[in-house]
């Protein structure tokens, strides 16, 4: 008995140091898997700000192509009602050459 009683202290010796390096993995894995849930909480975050960026970037560009569309609008009316048109026709040869009938007594 005497004989297997070293052998039996080194079976017990390296069965608790086993279990304390068991132990130690098991804390590392948890801690790993917390960073991972957190990791994935915050790639959530991240695609949903991303989603939302980019439904308010496709607005403003609905928004900003709605402008210029009424901006060009807004030049062809400008530019329709200021054109120069043509002269009235007229009987009144005075009113063409821009004399009145004062002026001709004058002279």
């Known amino acids: 008995m005497k004989r297997y009683f070293p052998s039996f202290g080194l079976l017990i010796f390296l069965l608790v140091s086993g279990c304390g390096q068991a132990n130690t993995a098991n804390e590392h ?3 790993i898997d917390q960073t991972a849930k957190e990791m994935r909480d915050e790639l ?3 695609r949903e700000f991303l989603d939302t960026a980019t439904t308010q970037s496709q607005r403003i560009a609905d928004a900003l192509v709605s402008l210029q569309m009424l901006a060009q609008d807004m030049v062809k009316i400008i530019q329709t ?3 120069k048109k043509p002269p009235a026709a007229t009987d009144d040869i005075d009113s063409v050459l821009g004399g009145s009938e004062g002026e001709g007594e004058k002279k």
């Open 81 to 83: 009602t200021f054109a």
């Open 29 to 31: 894995l948890g801690s």
């Open 44 to 46: 959530k975050k991240t």
